[in-house]
Nanobody, 127 residues
């Protein structure tokens, strides 16, 4: 149906930079919103940044000015560029997309809106 495939992440020293990407594919009619979440050990999943189809962008206060979310011109790939990373940014990062999908039914197409999630990628900030 729909797949979100993440790449990037890894180990970086404090103050360093990393970039994540997430590509959506499948029976997509439109991608309404894309976002990055993260989950540190023993913590709940928290919203990091969002970008809408119209280009509205929001950040969690703790990453404002250090992280940049963007989408490619086709709108199917979202990026998270992370600068000046801190140990507290260590977490598994998940891509999320709110997508209107289509499916074939007798007589035409059916449209539905759903949230889809990537598999997660580890970001570790440590010296």
């Amino acid at each position: 149906q729909v797949q979100l495939v993440e790449s990037g992440g890894g180990l970086v020293q404090p103050g360093g930079s990393l970039s994540l990407s997430c590509a959506a594919s499948g029976n997509i009619f439109s991608i309404i919103k894309m976002a990055w979440y993260r989950q540190a050990p023993d913590n709940g999943r928290e919203l990091v940044a969002t970008v809408t189809q119209g280009g509205d962008i929001n950040y969690q206060d703790s990453v404002e000015g250090r992280f940049t979310i963007s989408r490619d011109s086709a709108g199917n790939t979202v990026y998270l560029h992370m600068n000046n990373l801190k140990p507290e940014d260590t977490a598994v990062y998940y891509c999320m997309a709110y997508i209107e999908i289509y499916s074939q039914i007798q007589g035409g197409l059916k449209y539905e809106k759903e949230n889809f999630w990537g598999q997660g990628t580890q970001v570790t900030v440590s010296s």
